[in-house]
């Protein structure tokens, strides 16, 4: 019996990088996969490669911050696949680096509709579903900058601060009803978003900007897609069936 058995997992932002990582462990584990973004092709092919891999998938076009797409979305999903077991809050932006006197009201809040309210909008919409499923599971997406704080794109910052709280109420008023919720905080992964945020800072040389950031993590290196898509295997997963309210910190020892 794999881990993830004939649940069905929602996976928001899955065409790329942490996301897309997240898609392809929980099919290998027996998951079958509805993938939410905004990037038809990449999104599409992701869920083609997954039929291939034996998987079943689909790809639904989500803008999170669209609360009408998102409540479609996971009718259809339910439709589709009969039930809705896990979701898996991922999509996010990093948004302007810039300090807070330099933000316009419209920068503050794009990243917060996407990162915070889509949040909550999914999570919203899927909580019927999962509720009738019965033993569910919502992973959302914080970061490092969910628990500690640092001189750069302040409206990023506050959403996760955000998302590792609203993890933690959700969690009280849902765990009568079997759905545990708990939150991830990865430290810098090298995907699309933190290849461009490096180049928005100003890196010319992307190779070593990925080395000089990656030595702040005391194990010396930043981390990969898949050592986050473990960790959001797990609590996905029955085997953190005593886990709610928690917060999973992947970071290369960066908050030690
Ligand atoms: P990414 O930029 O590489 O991928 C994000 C995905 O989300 C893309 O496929 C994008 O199209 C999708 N997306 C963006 N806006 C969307 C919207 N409005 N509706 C639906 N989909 C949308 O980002 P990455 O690095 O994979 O990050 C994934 C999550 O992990 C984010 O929530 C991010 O804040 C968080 N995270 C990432 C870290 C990193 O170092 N990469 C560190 C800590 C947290």
Known sequence: MKRLEDKVCIITGAALGIGRACAMRMAQEGARIAIFDVLDDAGATLADELRVLGADAGYWHVDVSREADVARAIDAVAARFGAVHV????????GASKPTHELTEAEWDRVQAVNVKGVFFCTKHAIPHLRRAGRASIVNLSSIYGLVGAPDVPPYHAAKGAVRLMSKTDALLYAADGIRVNSVHPGYIRTPMVEHHLRESGATDLEAAIVE???LHPLGHMGEADDIAWGVVYLAS????FVTGAELVIDGGYTA
């Open 87 to 94: 979701l898996v809050n991922n999509a996010g932006i990093a």
């Open 213 to 215: 950031v990656g030595r």
């Open 238 to 241: 029955d085997e953190a069936k």
